[in-house]
T-cell receptor, first 116, second 112 residues
Framework: AQSVTQLGSHVSVSEGALVLLRCNYSSSVPPYLFWYVQYPNQGLQLLLKYTSAATLVKGINGFEAEFKKSETSFHLTKPSAHMSDAAEYFCAVSARYGGSLGNLIFGKGTKLSVKP | DADVTQTPRNRITKTGKRIMLECSQTKGHDRMYWYRQDPGLGLRLIYYSFDVKDINKGEISDGYSVSRQAQAKFSLSLESAIPNQTALYFC???????????FGPGTRLTVT
């Protein structure tokens, strides 16, 4: 069965510092991987996705993530945090095959705080 | 206008009441989903529908039912609400081969 683990339920960085949000997945075959962001009182918005093309994926708002099969990881990074990046971030995995194709399994989320 | 809309946005109801949450989409997607979000637990899948005639239970379907009235409409019902169904509920859609899901703004449900 697939699963997603996000390390750290809360991460705090200073404005201008590197953002690193960690995500590890468990899957018998390389899955599709996603990062979503949820701003306060809003729904989820797709940041980026990995679907087997380039292993380094660039998303919106300056975020990127790298798929590392050997580490079963898909960590999200941004070189320089901005106050507007404060939100909750969710990593999700989707099966490539089978009856649940297209269904997303979400991690528990990481809340990012950005200090001025 | 938003592609995925949910009504109501907020609802307070009493234990034992029947309540329906509605979702509409203008994206033309066949697939629709209902999730609930609880603090610290992420999003968990309640039901999903791959087309009007195909409805499936998700991880936590007990106490919920759904109806897919049309390609664009997918409603979630709580037949007899209980306090532990207090949560934020999201509807989402996806294309058959797009894989990413598009989310509505959510419905905050409180059961007292």
């Amino acid at each position: 069965a697939q699963s997603v683990t996000q390390l750290g339920s809360h991460v705090s960085v200073s404005e201008g510092a590197l953002v690193l949000l960690r995500c590890n997945y468990s899957s018998s075959v390389p899955p599709y991987l996603f990062w979503y962001v949820q701003y306060p009182n809003q729904g989820l918005q797709l940041l980026l996705k990995y679907t087997s093309a380039a292993t380094l994926v660039k998303g919106i708002n300056g975020f990127e993530a790298e798929f590392k099969k050997s580490e079963t990881s898909f960590h999200l990074t941004k070189p320089s945090a901005h106050m507007s990046d404060a939100a909750e971030y969710f990593c999700a995995v989707s099966a490539r095959y089978g009856g649940s194709l297209g269904n997303l399994i979400f991690g528990k989320g990481t809340k990012l705080s950005v200090k001025p | 206008d938003a592609d995925v809309t949910q009504t109501p946005r907020n609802r307070i109801t009493k234990t034992g009441k029947r309540i329906m949450l509605e979702c509409s989409q203008t994206k033309g997607h066949d697939r629709m989903y209902w999730y609930r979000q609880d603090p610290g637990l992420g999003l968990r899948l309640i039901y999903y529908s791959f087309d009007v005639k195909d409805i499936n239970k998700g991880e936590i379907s007990d106490g919920y039912s759904v109806s897919r009235q049309a390609q664009a409409k997918f409603s979630l019902s709580l037949e007899s609400a209980i306090p532990n169904q207090t949560a934020l509920y999201f509807c989402a859609t996806s294309a058959v081969d797009g894989y990413e899901q598009y989310f509505g703004p959510g419905t905050r449900l409180t059961v007292t």
